[in-house]
C-alpha cells in the first residue's frame, strides 16, 4: 500500500470533525487523539487487504505527523485479524496506547443510524522510534472470531493515546505490561491450525502460523513477501527458533531472568523485535555490576539501547571501582569512553 505523503488528503480536503476522531475525513490534534475510526468495519474485516484509517496534525496541518492504516485477513476457524500499523512522518521518539482487548461493545450515539463499536479503554502502551521521515512500525494485531455483532456500515472505534518524545521509565511491571499486548500461546500447541514451517539449522521443523510471523517481525514479513511456499529454512539454531518463536506468540520470555540477555538481544536485532528489546534491556539493566558493567555499555551502545546506556553511564559515574577492572583497561572503544566522560562531567556540572 502506498502510504507516502502524497497520499494523505490536503487542507481542503479535510475539516474539523468530532474531537479526538482519527480518520481520513477530519483534522485531528495528535495531543487530541482518543479513538481510530476504521468505518465499514463488517466488508473490511470479511476481506483480505489494506486500507487507510487517517492521520493526526500538529499545530501546522499541511501534512500529518502520523498517519495509520491496517490489513485485514481471514484465518482459519473463523478468526477475522485487522493488523494495525502507523506512519510516522518525523523523526524521533514516540509512545502509542492502544485497547489491549477484542471485546466489543455496541453503543448508538446521537443521530446514528447504524450502532458503532467499541473496544475497551484498557491500553496497552508501545514506545517506538524513526530514525528517518514516514518511517512504518506495526502496533498490534485485534483478532475477531466472529462478526455477528457487526452490522452493515456500522464503524468500528478502537481507543488511542499518543504521545510524542516520551519520558521512558522501565520498572518492574514492565513483563506484565509487554505479555497483554499479545498472548497467543495456545495457537503454538496447536499444530493442526499451523500454515507454515520454519526450518531451523539442524533441519527440525517448527509448525507456525504465517500471519503471525509476518505481522510481528519485520524481517521475516520481507521474507514471506510475494512467496507462494510453505516453508523456510533459517539458519539459526533450535533454542533460538524457540525463543524467537514463544516472544512471536506470547510477547514475553519465559523465566526471562534465567536467559541469555545476549542471545535475546541477538535475536531481537536479527527480527527487528522492538519489545524483545525493550524487555531485555529491563532484564540487563537490573543486573548491573562493577564487573560486567563496561560490557553492558558496550552492548547499549552496539544495539542502541539508550535507556540501558544511561543506566549503565550513571552507575559508572557513581562507582568509581569499575574503572579499576581488567574489562575498562582492555576497552579500546575511543568514542565509548569520550561519551562515558562527557556524561559523567554533566552530572558533576
Excluded at 19 to 36: D, P, Q
Excluded at 318 to 336: F, G, I, M, Q, R
Aim: hydrophobic letters at 40%.
Amino acid at each position: 500500500m502506498d502510504i507516502s505523503p502524497a497520499t494523505s488528503r490536503s487542507n481542503d480536503e479535510t475539516c474539523n470533525g468530532p474531537l479526538g476522531h482519527v480518520s481520513a475525513v477530519y483534522k485531528c490534534k495528535t495531543t487530541e487523539a482518543s479513538n481510530l475510526c476504521v468505518y465499514d468495519a463488517l466488508s473490511k474485516l470479511s476481506d483480505n487487504a489494506d486500507f487507510d484509517i487517517g492521520g493526526t496534525y500538529t499545530e501546522s496541518p499541511a501534512q500529518p505527523e502520523f498517519w495509520f492504516f491496517y490489513t485485514t485477513s481471514v484465518c482459519h476457524g473463523g478468526n477475522h485479524l485487522l493488523n494495525l500499523f502507523v506512519c510516522h512522518r518525523k523523526t524521533g521518539s514516540f509512545a502509542i496506547e492502544i485497547s489491549n482487548s477484542n471485546e466489543l461493545t455496541q453503543k448508538v450515539g446521537p443521530g446514528d443510524d447504524v450502532p458503532h463499536l467499541l473496544l475497551p479503554d484498557t491500553m496497552a502502551n508501545y514506545t517506538f522510534k524513526s530514525t528517518k521521515l514516514n518511517q512504518n512500525f506495526f502496533i498490534k494485531t485485534f483478532c475477531f472470531k466472529r462478526l455477528e455483532r457487526f452490522n452493515q456500515s456500522c464503524t468500528l472505534f478502537i481507543p488511542i493515546k499518543i504521545t510524542v518524545n516520551p519520558k521512558f521509565v522501565l520498572n518492574v511491571n514492565v513483563v506484565k505490561s509487554i505479555k497483554l499486548q499479545h498472548d497467543l500461546s495456545g495457537l503454538l500447541t496447536k499444530q493442526e491450525t499451523t500454515d507454515f514451517v520454519l526450518e531451523s539449522a539442524s533441519h527440525k521443523k517448527f509448525p507456525t502460523h504465517k500471519i503471525l510471523l509476518a505481522a510481528h517481525s519485520p524481517v521475516l514479513r520481507n521474507m514471506l513477501k510475494n512467496s507462494d511456499v510453505s516453508s523456510m529454512f533459517i539458519d539459526i539454531t533450535d533454542n533460538d527458533m524457540e525463543l524467537l518463536l514463544q516472544f512471536i506468540y506470547t510477547g514475553t520470555i519465559k523465566d526471562v531472568m534465567k536467559q541469555d540477555c545476549l542471545k535475546l538481544l541477538e535475536i531481537a536485532d536479527k527480527f527487528q523485535l522492538t519489545q524483545l528489546f525493550t524487555l531485555t534491556q529491563h532484564v540487563i539493566g537490573d543486573q548491573i555490576n562493577v564487573n560486567n558493567a563496561v560490557e553492558m555499555a558496550v552492548l547499549a551502545k552496539k544495539y542502541k539501547l539508550e535507556d540501558l546506556q544511561k543506566r549503565v553511564f550513571a552507575y559508572i559515574a557513581k562507582n568509581p571501582k569499575v574503572l579499576e577492572t581488567d574489562a575498562w583497561n582492555d576497552l579500546s572503544d575511543v568514542e565509548l569512553t569520550k561519551y562515558l566522560f562527557r556524561y559523567t562531567r554533566s552530572m558533576k556540572e
